[in-house]
């Protein structure tokens, strides 16, 4: 499932080859130590895009695509099932429940809380049928805030005390974008979106604390204002920007060096456009270090049978 | 503080004299009991719009709004300092306040959380030096989801383990929707905006489950859509409404019987407009019963140092 590696550029990070997760605990960085440090961290997986793997990915149903991940399909989800709501999955043990739910009710723009199951159950009213420990691309899993495993079926290390929380992801208002004229170039590149911890430090909630993480979106001036305006009427996948223009007002470095997910080649004349980013909740696992936590892999979300329209607030 | 008896009308409910708690508890339903009994829900006690009282309350600023109900002037906060962002508050123990942060979660139309305080908490970073228990026009305080006192001061009720909720309040949109044109018929006669509890079931949390409660604008036709519009744009302050026309598509039998606030009166063509409203925890605390919690009294608000305009998302 590796990517192949780009023609090397400046701009690109050549793709890492898969690496069991025992070799990142004996030789890497952890992701977001590794950042603290001056490293850049590392994914222990590379998936390729699902909409490279399959041309008619944006047609699949959500039924049909959560099969597909039940049977082991892993990739990055962007441009899968058009029009229907992906999400972000963190899963905490219930003592750390309320701190979790918290820190999204005040970490809005990134932390937009589309679900909350009950302890210990898999299923979700935002997809029937659904199993959330198998039905995602792929997922990872933290023990005292290191990444130690990122298996496609996370059964074997689920916990009667787990509550899930279903966030809302921006590829869900890529197709909005799209409809109003604007190049996804991630898409168009066959990439997972780039993703960058910031600078910008969450507004805590009890043991639970850490840096914003963005998505970035390279967009063409002329259409910048419909790319603000139609997010911006999905507050439930993050809405309108945090961000646009100069990397360096986030405390980004090198917009060629994503935390998560890859390099984006732009254009000229784009401006870097920065949404909040549902990876958030792993950044405050790492610098919170709860006991356990259950999350998607950047980029491979949960699809769900929700349509984005369900979201749009005019 | 009591409002005159307007002249009888068909559609009018004449005015209650004011009545002291424990004439309720001896010879009045309960608010929600006396609603599902076939019974209306009594108010304790009526002030008069602070509009009423002055007609400059609309210039005052929330700091001297604030100042104001801290000396004990009370009443309906429709119209006060325009501009500002209003909210709801419900107070819990500490022992309830996940399942009521999860309730408004799962239910984020009646109850778009804007802040939540720490446990004994009575500051809000809503609004800089103010406090909770004394800064609100008028509080009611419930016991197993008994009204037992309507105070203006909550101070003798405060309790350590009380974590406070601040929740959107639609008094906020309705500056958006007069900039639009669209006339607020409840602020022109000078009166609480009607509300009532409707007969759809919210999403039950836990131990908390109840009605939704909604308030009521009529609205001329010819502005139906910017009324839909500019509501739709602030989804922290109820968002869009959840019903147009039939009041009795939510199980409501006559429009001139709220169950909270005053009757207002419509022109021919008006269609009755309804939104989520913040009064649904007060509605899930009648029905839910918990041993405690302290509330606003319908209408009167919590006015916030924040703009509107923050809260617009596109």
Chains 1, 2 share one sequence.
Request: net charge negative; with cysteine; proline share 11%.
């Amino acid at each position: 499932m590796n990517r192949p590696a780009p023609a090397p550029t400046e701009d690109r990070r050549p793709a890492l080859t898969e690496r069991r997760p025992s070799a990142l605990a004996e030789d890497g960085p952890s992701p977001l130590g590794g950042h603290l440090d001056g490293h850049r961290p590392s994914p222990v997986v590379e998936d390729r895009p699902l909409t490279l793997v399959d041309g008619h990915a944006h047609a699949w149903s959500p039924v049909s695509a959560r099969a597909r991940f039940r049977a082991g399909l892993a990739g990055p989800t962007a441009g899968v099932s058009a029009g229907h709501t992906q999400v972000n999955l963190i899963s905490v043990p219930a003592d750390w429940a309320y701190e979790m739910l918290l820190f999204c009710q005040r970490n809005p723009k990134p932390c937009p809380v589309l679900d909350v199951t009950d302890a210990g159950s898999w299923t979700t009213v935002l997809a029937e049928g659904a199993d959330l420990r198998t039905d995602l691309p792929r997922y990872r899993v933290w023990e005292h805030g290191e990444l130690v495993d990122e298996p496609t079926d996370a059964r074997a290390y689920w916990r009667e005390d787990l509550v899930s929380f279903l966030i809302g992801c921006s590829f869900t208002f890529e197709w909005a974008l799209a409809g109003a004229g604007v190049p996804i170039r991630h898409v168009e590149q066959g990439r997972n979106v780039p993703m960058y911890v910031t600078n910008r430090q969450c507004r805590p909630a009890g043991r639970l604390h850490g840096p914003m993480v963005v998505s970035m979106r390279p967009v063409p001036p002329v259409h910048l204002a419909a790319a603000i305006r139609e997010s911006g009427l999905l507050p439930a996948v993050h809405g309108s920007p945090v961000h646009c223009g100069d990397p360096s007002g986030l405390g980004i470095d090198d917009l060629g060096r994503p935390d998560f997910g890859d390099p984006v080649d732009a254009e000229p004349d784009d401006i870097p456009v920065f949404w909040a980013c549902g990876v958030t909740p792993q950044a405050a696992v790492m610098a919170s270090r709860p006991p356990f936590a259950l999350t998607h892999a950047p980029g491979q979300m949960f699809l769900t049978d929700a349509r984005d329209e369900q979201y749009r607030v005019a």
